[in-house]
């Protein structure tokens, strides 16, 4: 069956633009998961949504960043105001409930300029 | 001080060796232990999954987890150049929870 779906796949914009990434999780899957990856941080945990708790958004780096999950299923990550240490890969992952397995997206690359 | 630990490599072996990689961790509240393989612009791939400590081998690859010395290993035997890839350690405190990421080696195989 199909993976977890990310879009776009690559994204320039300018600094101060707001951007939306987008993720498809594998269907089924209640849990969902938003990590960023950069060269000077590795890959680092932003926020979870499982089911209809209220989301984990202990990762995420500043109020500029967002994130909502629209019927248990897709979910947009925004970031607002960006900045240029904003720039790095955004990979989202989804799992069963319960389920230790996360399956990775491709990522979104962003590059702030 | 990161929570979980990794040399960046690069690893250089040739192939048919055995490449033996690893991770140390702080917090003890950790209990699930994943490898995960990454190729380059594509997003991490789970390989080997882990509760507690132990050992636990798949075809060519076995994980090694030590507890009490907070210590977890891979080893690839037979290593072929499909396994040039960047490869990291994550750990969990608990199922289905946000994942904690070592910073990845890079791994080559040279033919």
């Known amino acids: 069956g199909a993976g977890v779906s990310q879009s776009p796949s690559n994204k320039v914009t300018e600094k101060g633009k707001d951007v939306e990434l987008r993720c498809d999780p594998i269907?089924?899957?209640?849990?969902l998961y938003w990590y960023r990856q950069s060269l000077g941080q590795g890959l680092e945990f932003l926020i979870y949504?499982?089911?209809?708790?209220?989301?984990?958004k202990s990762g995420l780096p500043s109020d500029r960043f967002s994130a909502e999950r629209t019927g248990g299923s897709v979910s947009t990550l925004t970031i607002q105001r960006t900045q240029q240490e904003d720039s790095a890969v955004y990979l989202c992952?989804?799992?069963?409930?319960?389920?230790?397995?996360?399956?990775f997206g491709p990522g979104t690359r962003l590059l702030v300029l | 001080q990161k929570e979980v630990e990794q040399d960046p490599g690069p690893l250089s072996v040739p192939e048919g060796a055995i490449v033996s990689l690893n991770c140390t961790y702080s917090?003890?509240?950790?209990?699930?232990f994943m490898w995960y393989r990454q190729y380059s612009r594509k997003g991490p791939e789970l390989l080997m999954y882990t509760y507690s400590s132990g050992n636990k081998e798949d075809g060519r690859f076995t994980a090694q987890v030590d507890k009490s010395s907070k210590y977890i290993s891979l080893f690839i035997r037979d290593s072929q150049p499909s396994d040039s890839a960047t490869y990291l350690c994550?750990?969990?405190?608990?199922?289905?929870?946000?994942?904690?990421f070592g910073g990845g080696t890079r791994v080559l195989v040279k033919p």
């Open positions: 269907s089924g899957h209640t849990a």
């Open positions: 994550a750990t969990d405190k608990a199922a289905g929870n946000k994942l904690t």
């Open positions: 992952a989804s799992s069963q409930q319960g389920q230790e397995t996360q399956y």
């Open positions: 949504f499982q089911g209809n708790s209220a989301p984990d």
């Open positions: 917090n003890s509240a950790f209990q699930y």
